[in-house]
């Protein structure tokens, strides 16, 4: 990540109660002291910096980051498209209306939607479907190609009938304006690519022993990332081991922390970093450019706090 940004930031540091709440309620310190860090930054701020103020490890820092995310605190990076609870304009039912009388492809849209969605949309419903296509400006084409991407991940993860609400079609949407997929010919290759990741998404599943359900949606960004990073499984299997050691539990932020260190190290297979732990620390040391540490090294660098 180049750096954080915090959502609703105010300059005068107060904290809403709301988000005070989580933060109590989740009983993590780390997490508490990165908000609070955050706060009193008063802008965008680099996990360098913070890893130096607060003298963090890079392990501790993306622990801290992963649970304020969890908890809806946290995004990472700048984005050029606000969140839809976010700045998103208000359409009146008159303005509904005109887009249903004045526009072919809106109207179309509302009768493939509740075609697809099985029900009648509401009001609430039609100012989603506005935002997207007349706020947003994404085709009516590409918003039916989301809809029908989002119906098939809630029947992927919930059974067949299941249908996802537009709430959860104008987050998907306002992921894909991030994206830049505003044409067919974009949405489809995003998709095919997607199928293809879902197809390997059990491998990694299995190698966080997770065999009973399918990922939440923070849970599959992680998987697609290594994915897309080139982590196999056994690689992530090996972390997860790693992380249960130390951690006593799944977290994902660890995991995915001791993955990103390997990485740096060019270690790309179980084999690699076993590899490596055999070596001896002066070989080591001038191979990374880092101390290799006294005995049980390879925890220090991992997972000192």
Not at 102 to 122: I, W, Y
Not at 168 to 194: I, M, P
Not at 273 to 285: C, D, F, L, M, N
Request: hydrophobic fraction near 35%; charged fraction near 35%; include cysteine.
């Amino acid at each position: 990540m180049s750096g954080y940004i915090l959502r609703d930031q105010e300059r005068d540091v107060s904290l809403p109660a709301q988000r005070l709440d989580k933060l109590i309620a989740r009983a993590d310190s780390d997490a508490a002291l990165l908000y609070l860090f955050l706060v009193r930054a008063s802008g965008g701020v680099t996990p360098q910096e913070i890893q130096k103020r607060l003298r963090w490890s890079e392990l501790r820092l993306a622990d801290a980051e992963h649970t304020l995310q969890q908890l809806g605190l946290l995004e990472g990076g700048a984005e050029t498209i606000p969140e839809p609870a976010e700045e998103r304009p208000a359409y009146t039912t008159g303005d509904i209306a005109a887009l249903l009388e004045g526009d072919s492809g809106f109207a179309m849209l509302v009768r493939q939607t509740e075609e697809k969605l099985g029900k009648k949309l509401k009001t609430a419903d039609l100012q989603i479907l506005a935002g997207l296509y007349d706020d947003l400006g994404m085709p009516p084409d590409v918003i039916y190609l989301l809809v029908c991407h989002c119906v098939s991940r809630v029947e992927r993860r919930f059974g067949p009938g299941r249908r996802p609400t537009l709430r959860q079609v104008e987050k998907e949407g306002y992921y894909w304006a991030r994206q830049g997929l505003f044409d067919q010919e974009s949405a489809a290759r995003y998709l095919k690519d997607y199928d293809a990741k879902q197809e390997q998404m059990g491998a990694y599943l299995r190698a966080v022993q997770i065999c009973d359900r399918r990922p939440v949606d923070s849970e599959e960004r992680y998987i697609i990332q290594w994915i897309e990073k080139g982590y196999t499984p056994e690689l992530v299997a090996l972390a997860y081991d790693r992380t249960i050691f130390y951690k006593k539990e799944l977290k994902w932020g660890y995991l995915n922390g001791i993955l990103r260190r390997w990485e740096t190290d060019g270690l790309r297979t179980p084999e690699d970093v076993e590899r490596q732990e055999r070596t001896p620390r002066s070989a080591r040391e001038k191979k990374t450019g880092r101390p290799a540490g006294e005995k049980n090294d390879w925890m220090k660098r991992y997972i000192k706090r």
